[in-house]
């Protein structure tokens, strides 16, 4: 049951912290409450407990890949957060730390959801804990990007409720007791209704692709990544974005021994690539930089969804993408973080030079602009080489050619708007920020830590966690 | 016994059609309030026998889809103090006209797909795919923030409607989380109404244009 702590430690956190009176002291609670959530989520994937699985809640393979990485995300969110709210001392944080600690907790329980409306209610639950993330900020552009992420983000999350619902019901009709556990469905394989099956992935497709931001119901993304906070934007791209895919992994373990494996891969392939696609067409033409990380992060939910689409090898390398994903996106938010606030600026019309402003945050920005676009040594290189290997053994040539083609574009896009703010003469707007913002250790530390992460996963990627994504593997497809 | 639950079917079903032809904000309110409310008795009239927790998801379900959030959403527009007309991106009849076709191609698809025994006489699949088709015309169809909320309830409810077809097999805990979510989901919508109103001064979605590429 120590797995449960996973859940219960940040939640239990969440609501000292509403209670605590002292506004000063509040933000510890979260590097506090993100320590112990990384050593417990550590300690038990390297030691994992000997007892079955619960059958709601459980620690198995598939959330021992993936979870750790949010955690260590979360810290390196978290640690940032303590200076961060300290320079916005003017507003009260109360619900800001609780809801991000909430969200943690939540976050956590989707993982570990073995059951499919439980899975639901918690991603559903991870949503509404965002909202007081997102508009923290109080701007009406604030308020229009939480509101888009209410309602396309809710009616998205509405549709795969229906998804699940037709999945328990091609349970009923397939003679089954309509146990919507994913050991239960799993077992009932072929014997689930094969119709209803078919219009349950869609609609658990159109839905928590809509979480996770995979075109074309990624339209809310851009608005809430460039009005949310730093360290909230980073918890969406790294965090939320990860649930959704566990998520659709799960779901399709089940689609997969129900006998419709053929048409779940096809429909992820073609998503997946046509993610890519729109990302790259966008990155080439938008000018404010923190919209540019919301479609980075659209261009890697396709590159996860390939992966997904390819299985095995591919499966293999999407759970390393999904590590190097929050590793950089965490880098890049933080760092963007920085250089927003000491610019006053957000596009590139307004700000350049920031190489002379902020010289360490613009240094593992591009640094980190080089790991999210894929270049050795660091991990998304080896993960994404991994992909297009496997993409090839299994003869998807032509996706592997396009799907590169759309990552050189990515490139291109990326590279023009980094180089933009980072070099150059400093603008007006930003000599005349007051009070200057200085680059403390404190804001530097955490970007620079998850950027060493990444480049550490691909340079020496540990044996423990290629052990952990094999088993996560092994459990999402029994049968070799 | 079946027949009572097809007569309150047909009249959620009905009402998708008023809330699609409705000028009023009011009154569309009120239709989805109304809708809550019948979808609310229909656990009551499924089971055979009388047991205290349906009694307490069903009294749960009346109270909060019917009373509660319609309270909520009246306050939001009376503080908002909105002009009540709603003016439609889709007009109010090619929207009653799609959700007419909407609802015949929900009855069309409903009969083929494979049902279990005890289901082939219902209407229930019929009228979920309805009333999740009429709740996205009105989600898209509207510029009012809060009727795209109303559009939200009713797409909800049509989430409902299916759900009691797995009222046997799904255990009430989970049952009621997804109802707690779905209340807490409208609550927070209303909190974002009251503050979109008063950072924009208008519950106009068609302002919200700011962010864009």
């Known amino acids: ?480 | 016994m079946n027949d009572l639950l097809n007569l309150l079917i047909g009249l959620a079903m009905g009402l998708n059609l008023v809330a699609l032809g409705t000028s009023r904000l009011p009154s569309l309110i009120r239709i989805a309030a109304l809708q809550g409310m019948v979808l609310g008795i229909m656990p009551l009239v499924m089971e055979h026998e009388l047991r205290v927790m349906l009694l307490a998801v069903a009294v749960a379900t009346v109270s909060m889809k019917g009373l509660v959030i319609p309270a909520l959403l009246r306050r939001a527009m009376r503080t908002a103090n909105i002009d009540r007309d709603l003016d439609p991106l889709i007009g109010f009849l090619p929207s009653l006209l799609l959700g007419a076709a909407g609802m015949i191609g929900a009855v069309v698809l409903a009969r083929r797909l494979p049902l279990r025994p005890e289901h082939h006489e219902s209407l229930l699949v019929a009228g979920a795919l309805a009333s999740v088709l009429a709740g996205l015309l009105l989600l898209i169809g509207r510029s009012k923030a809060i009727s795209q909320v109303c559009g939200y309830l009713i797409l909800e409810n049509g989430i409902y409607l299916f759900g009691l077809l797995l009222i046997h097999s799904t255990p009430l805990l989970v049952e009621g989380g997804i109802l707690l979510d779905l209340t807490v989901a409208v609550f927070v919508i209303g909190i974002i109404v009251d503050r979109i109103q008063r950072a924009f001064d208008s519950l106009d979605t068609r302002k919200l244009t700011v962010l864009r590429e």
């Not at chain 1, 506004?23 to 994937?45: I, K, Q, S, Y």
């Not at chain 1, 469905?185 to 689930?192: E, F, R």
């Not at chain 1, 959704?244 to 129900?258: E, I, K, M, P, S």
Request: glycine content about 10%; hydrophobic content about 55%.
């Open chain 1, 1 to 480: 049951m120590t797995e449960l702590l996973l859940i219960l430690v940040p939640l239990a956190a969440a609501a000292v912290a509403v209670l605590w009176p002292y506004d000063r002291t509040r933000p510890w609670f979260l590097p506090a409450t993100g320590l112990a959530h990384v050593l417990l989520a550590f300690g038990l994937m390297l030691r994992p407990p000997e007892a079955p699985f619960h059958a709601w809640f459980g620690y198995d393979p598939l959330a021992r890949a993936v979870l750790p990485a949010v955690s260590l995300l979360f810290l390196g969110c978290a640690a940032y957060g303590v200076p961060y709210l300290r320079l916005r001392a003017e507003r009260s944080n109360r619900v800001f730390v609780a809801g991000f600690l909430a969200a943690l907790g939540l976050m956590s329980a989707a993982h570990m959801a073995r059951h499919l409306g439980l899975l639901w209610i918690a991603t559903e639950a991870v949503t509404l804990s965002s909202v007081p993330l997102l508009h923290f900020n109080n701007t009406p552009r604030a308020f229009e990007a939480t509101w888009k992420y209410l309602l396309v983000g809710g009616t998205g999350i509405a549709l795969s409720l229906l998804g699940s619902f037709c999945l328990g019901y091609a349970s009923l009709q397939g003679g089954g007791t309509g146990d919507l556990t994913f050991t239960a469905l799993m077992a009932q394989g072929t014997g689930l209704s094969r119709p209803w099956v078919l219009i349950a992935w869609v609609l658990l497709l159109v839905g928590y692709g809509t979480k996770m931001g995979l075109a074309p119901m990624h339209t809310w993304k851009p608005d809430a990544y460039g009005e949310a906070p730093g360290i909230v934007g980073a918890m969406l791209a790294g965090g939320v974005t990860t649930v959704a895919f566990t998520a659709l992994l799960r779901v399709r373990g089940v689609v997969d021994a129900a006998g419709a494996g053929a048409v779940a891969s096809r429909t992820l392939l073609v998503i997946g690539l046509f993610s890519t696609l729109v990302a790259a067409l966008f990155l080439l033409s938008t000018r404010d930089f923190k919209r540019m990380l919301a479609y980075s992060s659209v261009e890697h939910m396709g590159i996860l969804s390939l992966g997904a689409a390819l299985g095995g090898a591919g499966l293999w390398a999407a759970f390393f993408h999904v590590w190097n994903n929050s590793m950089t996106k965490g880098a890049l938010f933080l760092s963007a973080g920085n250089i927003r606030r000491a610019a006053g600026g957000r596009t590139i019309d307004e700000v350049s030079g920031m190489a002379i402003l902020t010289p360490h945050s613009a240094a593992v920005f591009v640094a980190g602009l080089f790991a999210v676009t894929a270049c050795p040594p660091f991990g998304p290189f080896f993960s994404e080489l991994l992909m297009v290997k496997s993409a090839f053994a299994a003869g998807h040539g032509w996706a592997a050619a396009f799907f590169l083609g759309c990552l050189l574009l990515a490139f291109f896009g990326l590279t023009r708007v980094v180089f933009a703010i980072v070099y150059g003469r400093p603008r007006q707007l930003a000599r005349e920020m007051d009070p200057r913002f200085r680059e403390t250790l404190a804001v530097i530390v955490p970007p620079l830590g998850l950027l060493l992460l990444t480049l550490w996963l691909g340079v020496a990627t540990p044996d423990a966690l290629r052990a952990a994504w094999t088993a996560a593997v092994r459990q999402l497809t029994p049968t070799p």
